[in-house]
């Protein structure tokens, strides 16, 4: 499963609306990709759509959809959202994640 905090929450809600999208019918797709400087860098996107691989989580009242392949490396995330005047934006916080970089955008298992 892919958890949200209460921060993450507000904010995805506010963007997907800003962008078109439903909050409470359309998804937070998330996945990994191959790159960044720890190896494997995190992928954040709005979407409408399933496709055939997809698994779906719900959490917070935000619905997310995960590939298969990516939900491998992400089992057990929670997405945050850190703002303020040292705030990164969002965050994965991965408990499979052996090594992140600094900025937290890319990690290796």
């Known amino acids: ?3 949200v905090s209460e921060t993450a929450k507000k904010r995805v809600a506010l963007l997907m609306e800003d962008e078109g999208f439903n909050p409470s019918t359309d998804y ?3 996945g990994v990709k191959s790159g960044g400087c720890s190896g494997l860098s995190y992928e ?3 979407d409408n759509a399933l496709g055939e691989n997809d698994k779906v989580f719900e959490d917070n009242d ?3 959809a ?3 392949k990516s939900f491998l490396y992400l089992a057990g995330t929670t ?3 850190s ?3 040292n705030g990164k934006g ?3 916080n991965n408990p499979n994640a052996q090594r992140t970089c600094g900025c937290g955008e890319s990690f290796s298992l």
Do not use: S, T
């Open 1 to 3: 499963m892919i958890k």
């Open 28 to 30: 937070v797709r998330v």
């Open 44 to 46: 954040l996107k709005f």
């Open 62 to 64: 935000i619905k997310i």
């Open 66 to 68: 995960v590939d298969k």
């Open 79 to 81: 997405l945050e959202y």
């Open 83 to 85: 703002g303020g005047l």
């Open 90 to 92: 969002f965050v994965f």
